[in-house]
């Protein structure tokens, strides 16, 4: 009996470790596909650019073929620096924003003052790091994941169709203004003796862009269906 106690007992801790981890997967699955299916993408191309830009970004065909599809090379500053920009976090995202911007027909001067609003809320939230690039702290980097959100929804009140790719479009290039490019002069004004890649989209950027998008969005689609709850 103790045998077959402690059997199941391990059995059980190992079915656990298996699912934890699917578990998590399948969440993080629902909440993507939730989030392009609001944007007006199908769970399949929602998958697609996800795949690509992670891809892209993490450099991982890079690493087969030896020449960098992930970081395009934009100049070198101060003979060490080396500067970039990645595609899957910061030349998708910029594209992937262009195309909603028309496709939804948002009005420019919205679009911009919501990007500045965000790209300055994520100046603030982040700093340069001469080791790791630019990075932020938890729970600051959450900051312009809900204002990226309330932003959209006050632009995009009366057309909340409008409001998922308003907030992903002021999310993820608020947050590579924010972060990168106002931070940029900063990181490369530190004295370094070995090359150094400052990469626009790159590092934790990546995961900052991506993130603030995604969720800005998703939680655009929360704030929506409450208050039609709090309607009916």
Not at 75 to 100: C, D, M, Q, R
Not at 163 to 169: D, K, N, R, T, W
Request: aromatic share 14%; hydrophobic share 55%.
């Amino acid at each position: 009996m103790i045998l077959t106690a402690s059997f199941f007992s391990q059995l059980a801790g190992y079915v656990i470790v298996i699912l934890i981890p699917i578990v998590v997967l399948y969440i993080v699955y629902l909440i993507i596909t939730k989030t392009f299916r609001d944007m007006g993408f199908s769970s399949f191309e929602a998958i697609v650019i996800v795949f690509v830009s992670f891809f892209l970004g993490a450099g991982i065909l890079d690493d087969y073929v030896g020449v960098s599809f992930s970081n395009i090379p934009l100049f070198t500053y101060h003979e060490y620096w080396k500067v970039g920009i990645n595609v899957g976090g910061a030349v998708i995202p910029i594209i992937l924003s262009l195309y909603l911007s028309l496709k939804n027909r948002l009005k420019p001067l919205p679009v911009i003052l919501g990007i500045g609003v965000i790209s300055v809320v994520t100046f603030f939230v982040t700093y340069p790091d001469p080791e790791k690039g630019i990075v932020s702290t938890f729970p600051l980097w959450v900051a312009p994941i809900v204002v990226a959100s309330l932003v959209s929804l006050f632009f995009c009140w009366n057309e909340k169709r409008k409001s998922a790719p308003f907030a992903y479009i002021i999310g993820t290039v608020g947050v590579l203004i924010g972060a990168d490019c106002l931070h940029l002069m900063s990181l490369l004004e530190n004295e370094v003796q070995t090359t150094r890649y400052a990469v626009i989209g790159g590092a934790s950027v990546f995961d900052m862009v991506f993130i603030t998008g995604i969720l800005a969005v998703f939680l655009d689609g929360l704030l929506i269906i409450q208050q039609k709850r709090k309607k009916d």
